[in-house]
């Protein structure tokens, strides 16, 4: 184990490592790539247990839907296409400067710090792990604390898999994850709230370490009139009530076309109670982090009746069975406003606002009058007003017709823009944000630019009248 203080020396081992054996061969990268798919499957059940215990209760197969299936997916894409990621793309040479050639070499940064959150702590750890080893650097990790467990699993199997000169773990509270974000890494890669970003990367500025920040923030799901039905209900709940809300890309509220309200509220209702039967007590359903979340969640609620939104728990609801401890029944906030707190923060739990609209200029509007969100969902048909609402917002992703899935898409770049966060790290655009493109130019033997050089007289003219005509 590392202690919490001995991130820099291992930061320092590392580098000084990187610098000794330099840019590793494809063959070294799928080997560790190939070391971490053989440690996670060896830890599967493990892990598992882990998580669940965090969090008090996490359904084994949401676990492994949600985390393992990814992380596992994630580093085959890396292993297929390494041959193509790391090849040397050619660029375009002006005639001027022909017969040269030019060409862009990726090469590793050298030492990537990962900081974790704890919503999905094994695959927001180890599928930025893959990425940044896949473009041949050494890792640095740091977990969440609010997960104990589980970064105790991914410490002991990641120390088995690889020396800690190749990927080692720090572990510990708000305060070592202060210092971490401090060190001076080649790239730091954060995961978590906006809030804490701003102050990530107020760290990271003093040495000047370049960022990949992925935050929240909160992404709408708008419906279409006349599409409430089981489909869009289904996709909304899953995407929703998956690990009880607390995924950065849920759906944060719901825009319903103010004449499908009422047959909004029903089918959500009966769409939560086909997911989850035994209701909040259902062994799919998942129990809050902690108490605090826990309270901030309630919180929440209290606000929003405080100030004149209905309140509805939906689902099922069997007489007589005991509530886990931290279980929040799923709800519906109608006629949610922004002066309530529930519109203000990212709510992460299972709790959606719902507001009504008119006209698809309307949602245009209010989505555009807010934060960019690192999602958007769409629920409808491919027409006019789809295509508006797609070229006149912004958002990191999209989702038509479904929820969460553009996040398992390994070929699609995964983001935020703004509040929501800063670059990458999914398919190639991950691949690059963990590399640096060194463009390189190699000089032919002849080239029209040699003919420009001091002493300068009329044929330097000439050249300089053909390089500057209209």
């Known amino acids: 184990m590392i202690a919490p203080d001995a991130g820099a020396a291992v930061l320092d081992r590392q580098r000084r490592a990187f610098l000794r054996d330099g840019a590793p061969s494809r063959q070294v990268r799928k080997d560790r790539l190939r070391r971490l798919r053989a440690a996670v499957l060896a830890h599967r059940a493990e892990i598992s247990a882990a998580v669940s215990a965090d969090f008090g209760h996490r359904s084994r197969h949401e676990t492994e839907l949600m985390e393992l299936v990814p992380a596992i997916q994630a580093i085959d894409y890396l292993i297929r296409n390494l041959r193509r990621f790391m090849r040397p793309e050619r660029r375009h040479v002006g005639i001027t400067y ?9 090469q590793p940064k050298g030492v990537v710090g990962v900081m974790a959150p704890w919503n999905y702590p094994v695959s ?96 709408p799901a708008i419906i279409a009139p006349g599409h409430v039905n089981d489909r869009t209900l289904s996709s909304l709940v899953f995407g929703k009530l998956s690990n009880a809300g607390q995924t950065c890309v849920a759906p944060d ?16 209702g009966a769409a939560v109670e086909r997911a989850y039967p035994a209701g909040p007590t259902s062994p799919d359903y ?46 519906l906030v109608i006629d949610a406003h922004d002066e309530m707190t529930v519109m203000q923060e990212e709510i992460f739990g ?11 200029d309307e949602v245009v509007a209010y989505v555009n009058a807010n934060p960019r969100p690192l999602a958007l969902y769409w629920f409808g048909d491919e027409d006019a007003d789809c295509v508006s609402l797609l070229s006149r917002t ?34 190639i655009e991950g691949f ?21 050089r001091a002493p300068f007289g009329r044929l330097a003219d000439r050249v300089l009248n053909v390089m500057l005509r209209r």
Do not use: C
Not at 98 to 106: D, F, I, L
Not at 253 to 268: N, S, W
Not at 418 to 425: E, I, R
């Open 98 to 106: 022909r017969t040269g050639r030019a060409y862009v070499a990726y």
């Open 124 to 219: 927001l750890t180890l599928v930025p792990l893959a990425t940044a080893l896949a473009a041949g650097n050494r890792v640095l990790l740091k977990p969440s604390e609010l997960t104990p467990r589980t970064s105790e699993v991914l410490q002991g199997l990641l120390a088995e898999a690889f020396s800690d000169e190749e990927v080692a773990v720090v572990l510990g509270g708000a305060d070592v994850g202060a210092g971490f974000s401090a060190l001076p890494f080649d790239h730091l890669l954060f995961t978590g709230s906006t809030a804490v970003g701003r102050k990530v990367m107020a760290a990271a500025a003093q040495n000047l370490v370049p960022v990949t920040l992925e935050l929240g923030g909160k992404s």
């Open 253 to 268: 509220y719901a825009l319903v076309h103010q004449d499908d309200l009422q047959a909004f509220i029903e089918a959500y």
């Open 286 to 331: 998942s129990t809050i982090i902690n108490d605090r979340h826990f309270a901030r969640l309630r919180g929440l609620l209290d606000d929003a009746r405080a100030k004149g939104a209905q309140v509805l728990e939906v689902g099922a609801h069997p007489q007589g069975a005991a509530a886990r401890e931290r279980t929040l029944t799923p709800t």
């Open 350 to 360: 299972p709790i959606l606002p719902v507001r009504t609209y008119r006209t698809i």
């Open 394 to 427: 912004t958002s990191g992703n999209v989702g038509l017709n479904n929820t969460l899935m553009h996040v398992a898409q390994d070929d699609l770049p995964f983001g935020g823009v703004g509040p929501s966060g800063m670059g990458a790290y999914h398919g």
């Open 432 to 452: 690059r944000s963990m590399s640096h493109a060194k463009g390189v130019f190699v000089q032919g033997r002849w080239n029209a630019a040699s003919l420009v």
